[in-house]
């Protein structure tokens, strides 16, 4: 496997590079959905390039990036193992060099549930974005569920400035009694963890009203609300459901939606999602 912490290094590498290039963009301290999407790229690419990166430009002052979570030698192990065929670590200086004032700055859909909650949050997230897949050029990038708005915000840069790559979506990796993976699960207390399992179960339960029929949201976020309220140490932030192209929120669910949610769990923030329809993954 091959790493590179220049962008440089990284482009002469993939000028060399023939056939389908994959890219997965990450933040690092790997898991399994992390893993998840690489394994998608090595089974659809013929090159699978791995950024990790915690991207300083999608933090707000005051949130965790100095505490993010890392582990560069652990998760070099897990992608040579899994089969990454190189990975790309650059130094915020490598990615933002002095002078660097250039941003994307996404529509609309950036604004509501997780953009107004982190103003700024879908600009960096957006120019990183962008920068990564310039630097890489890839045939397809892979990203997760568990991020939808995320994820409705790349599609639609991609779309709006006619960026040449396909991106494949892969369903969200779970802990076996439901809580999303995510590197943030590392800064909860044994209580609070016993705690999260209560954003999936409140999904689980959207997913169960909408299938018996129901199809007013306030119903089923006041269901929701009420479930996640039992647990004491879980402050919820935002319970949405909303169409899952535009993230309008909906007054009716008559068209694929969204359910999706922030809560704070001590210092915490965790957010999990679902379609609706419940799809089959
Ligand atoms: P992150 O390192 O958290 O920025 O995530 C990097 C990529 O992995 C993003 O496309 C995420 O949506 C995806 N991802 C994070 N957690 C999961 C998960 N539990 N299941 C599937 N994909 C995930």
Redesign the pocket.
């Known amino acids: 496997m091959e790493v590179f912490d220049t962008v440089a290094g990284l482009k002469r590498y993939r000028d060399g590079l023939t056939g389908v290039v994959g890219v997965?963009?990450?933040?690092?301290?790997l898991?399994?959905?992390?893993l998840?999407?690489v394994r998608a790229s090595l089974a659809g690419c013929d090159h699978t390039i791995v950024t990790i990166f915690v991207n300083p430009t999608q933090f707000g002052p005051g949130e965790d990036f100095d505490r993010y979570p890392r582990s560069t030698d652990r998760d070099l192990r897990l992608l040579d193992e899994t089969g990454a065929d190189a990975v790309f670590l650059p130094s915020s200086a490598e990615m933002y060099p002095p002078g660097t004032d250039t941003f994307v700055v996404p529509g609309t859909i950036a604004d509501r549930l997780e953009g107004s909650a982190r103003p700024g949050h879908f600009k960096g997230v957006a120019t990183i974005v962008l920068k990564l897949l310039n630097l890489t050029r890839p045939s397809r990038a892979?990203?997760?569920?568990?991020?939808a708005q995320?994820?409705a915000v790349i599609r639609k840069m991609i779309a709006d400035l006619d960026v040449p790559v396909e991106v494949t979506a892969?369903?969200?990796?779970?802990e076996a009694d439901g809580l999303?993976?995510?590197?943030r699960n590392s800064y909860l207390t044994p209580s609070e963890r016993a705690a999260a399992p209560a954003l999936y179960r409140s999904l689980c339960l959207a997913e169960s009203m909408y299938t018996g029929g129901e199809r007013d949201p306030d119903e089923i976020k006041r269901r929701m609300a009420e479930l996640l309220a039992a647990e004491s140490l879980l402050e919820p932030e935002y319970i949405s459901i909303a169409d899952s192209v535009t993230l309008d929120e909906l007054t009716f669910i008559d068209s694929p939606a969204l359910v999706s949610l922030a809560v704070r769990l001590g210092r915490t923030r965790l957010i999990d999602n679902t379609p609706l329809p419940p799809s089959d993954y």
């Open positions: 997965v963009p990450t933040m690092g301290f898991h399994e959905g992390h998840s999407l892979f990203f997760g569920q568990k991020d995320q994820l892969l369903p969200t990796v779970r999303a993976m995510s590197s």
